[in-house]
Structures are given as structure tokens and as C-alpha cells.
């Protein structure tokens, strides 16, 4: 085993060039000898160093060199002469230390603003534009299954359904029950200045029927069950069960998305039904203890004074909600990538789509009845 040769430099000046000439081995285990006197050089701009005479080197010895050829003034110096690796090893030490440039200022006013807009909706329409599509490829699953109903995984589609619908149930009916008798608290607080406090009946029918069930059912099913989808398959995103699954011959779409879409389609009205009742029984508590009215009289005047086509406005929208929330959880959840932080962003950014999705969705769901006179 041959023993290390000691490092060594020589700064050689001819004429206008300037030469740094190196020697030996220049490895963690012999660089103590030069480094501090190599340290104090400077190099002048466009020097030359020469690597023809090294013997072996290390990254301890490149960095050394790459700092003396950062330091070289405007020019930086350039190697010359011929080695193994020292070039290669330089240039290596050069791409990891090299400093990351400044941040560029952000600018400030109009500019920033309009551009801040600009990026939003160009991000908002991609959004839109990818669900969609997602949309679409999932009603097409549905439809290919419903064609062959021996691939359908009913026991999955049974046990999201009892996970996401029936325990989300009492939350869904507790949470209606006090949004009732909040309503009915604000009706006849506002009618009695008219010595109409008998039209809170009216109020809770309305609000409850057409709106507040539904809309309540949705918020709720878009913070739990949700949440709930994309942590699950954004967890089998990160545990590469989902790659094991393709490999087996089994469809994302089929196993994980089509089963949870048909459940929440089928539960979301059931459970916008019972938040319904639930709302009208918390207005039926305040007007018994609050306005003398007793359930008797409050059943009755609902059903005289309220129509119907109320009630089938707001089931209605329950399918819709349920299918937009199973979507966009799916999505989100396949979109995870494989680290914690994409799984909580995912997350995250499935719950507000939801939430924003349903009042959105909600909204224009009111125009349209608006318009056809509902």
C-alpha cells in the first residue's frame, strides 16, 4: 500500500499569466499540512490552476480548490493539465455548494395584484376543468358497472354507507335540531314587533324544507366524510397500495371512487331527510315553550301553510351534494403524493373545494328554482 504524499502548491508568475501549481495528495488525511496557508491565498482574475501533478484527491481537497476558484475575482480561474478525476470531483463540490441565488423582489401595487388574480383564475379553471374530467370518467365507471352488476362491490358500497351515512347520522340530527330552534328563536324575536309570531311556523318550514336541512347536511358531510375519503385513499397513495392494485389488475375507479359515490348519492338524501325533521322538531320546541304554540297546532298550521314542492326542492339537492362530496374526495385523495405534508394539504384543500362547491352549487340551485317559480 503506497503511503500519501504530502500536498503542496507553488504560485508561478510568467509575464501577464499566473499559474497555480499543485502537488501530491490532497485528501481529508493530508490536507492539515496545507490548508490553512492555501486558505490565505488569492488568485488573480483568469489564473490558471494547473492539476496535472495531483496525486489523489478527495471532496475535502475539491472544496478546498473550488473555494479558491470562487475567490478568483471577476474571471474565475480555470483548471488545466490533466487528471483522473479532479476536474469531474471539482465540479461535483461546485453544483452542491454552489448558494442559491437571491430571492427576486416581489412587486408591490397594481402589478402584483392583477398578477396574484391572473394566476388565481388561470389555477380555478384548471381546477374546474380536471374535476370535470374526473367527473366524467367516474359517471362512465358507474355506468360500465351498472352494465355488469357482478362487478359491483356491494359490500363495499354497504360499509360506506353505514361509515359515512348512518353514524354520521345523530351529528347531522343533533346539529339541525339547534339550527332549528336558533331560526325559530330569530323569527320570533323579529315578528313579534308585528304581532306575528304564528309565522315562525311558516319561517321553520321554509328555511328548513327548502334550505337548512340540506345545505347543513352537506357542510357536515364535506368536514367528516370528506375528510375522512381523502385521508383514506391518500394513505393508500403513500403506502403504494394503490400501484399493488394496478398491478393486480384492479381499477382505482372501480374499488376505491365507484363504491363511495353510490353510497353517499344513496345516503346524502336520507340523512338531509332526518336533518329536515330535526330542524322543524327544534322549532317545534321553541314555539311549545316560547310561543305557546303546542306541536299539535305547529304540525297542523305546517302542513296547511307549507307546500309540498318544498320538500322535494330540498331533496332534491341532496344527490348532488352527495355526489359532489364523494368526488371531490376521491380526487384529492388519488392526487396525494407520497409524503405527510401532500396528504394534509390534500386534505385540507378537499374540505374547502366541498364546502365552497356545495354553497356555490346551492346558490344556483335557488336561481334556477327562482326562475322557474318555485
Known sequence: MMSPSAPGFALEKSGEETVLRLRGDWTVATLHNVEREFADLRLPSGAGIDVSGLGR?????????????????????????????????????????????????????????????????????????????????????????????????????????????????????????????????????????????????????????????????GIVLAGRTNSSFTAQIGTMKMRQEIDAMQTLGLKPMEVLVAPRVLAMVVMTPILAFVATLA?????????????????????????????????????????????VVALIACRQGLLTGGSVQSLGHRTTTSVVQAIFAIIVLDAMFAIFYMELGI
Open 57 to 217: 484527491i478527495d471532496t475535502a481537497g475539491a472544496f478546498l480548490i473550488d473555494r479558491a476558484m470562487r475567490e478568483g475575482g471577476e474571471t474565475p480561474p480555470r483548471l488545466i493539465g490533466e487528471h483522473a478525476s479532479a476536474a469531474s470531483l471539482i465540479a461535483q463540490v461546485h453544483a452542491v455548494s454552489d448558494p442559491a441565488e437571491p430571492p427576486k423582489a416581489t412587486p408591490h401595487g397594481l402589478i402584483e395584484m392583477l398578477e396574484r388574480v391572473g394566476r388565481g383564475t388561470e389555477a380555478f379553471v384548471r381546477e374546474l376543468i380536471a374535476t370535470l374530467a374526473f367527473l366524467g370518467e367516474t359517471v362512465f365507471t358507474i355506468v360500465r358497472l351498472g352494465a355488469q352488476p357482478w362487478k359491483m362491490r356491494w359490500t363495499s358500497i354497504v360499509a360506506v354507507m353505514e361509515e359515512a351515512g348512518l353514524n354520521a347520522m345523530p351529528i347531522v340530527a343533533f346539529l339541525s335540531f339547534f339550527v332549528g330552534m336558533v331560526v325559530a328563536y330569530i323569527g320570533a324575536t323579529t315578528l313579534s314587533d308585528f304581532d306575528l309570531e304564528i309565522y315562525t311556523v311558516e319561517l321553520i318550514g321554509y328555511s328548513m324544507l327548502r334550505e337548512f336541512g340540506v345545505v347543513l347536511t
Open 279 to 323: 330542524g322543524i322538531a327544534g322549532g317545534i320546541v321553541v314555539g311549545w315553550t316560547s310561543l305557546d304554540i303546542n306541536p299539535g297546532l305547529f304540525i297542523e298550521r305546517l302542513r296547511t301553510s307549507v307546500p309540498l314542492d318544498q320538500f322535494w326542492i330540498g331533496m332534491s339537492k341532496a344527490p348532488v351534494f352527495g355526489l
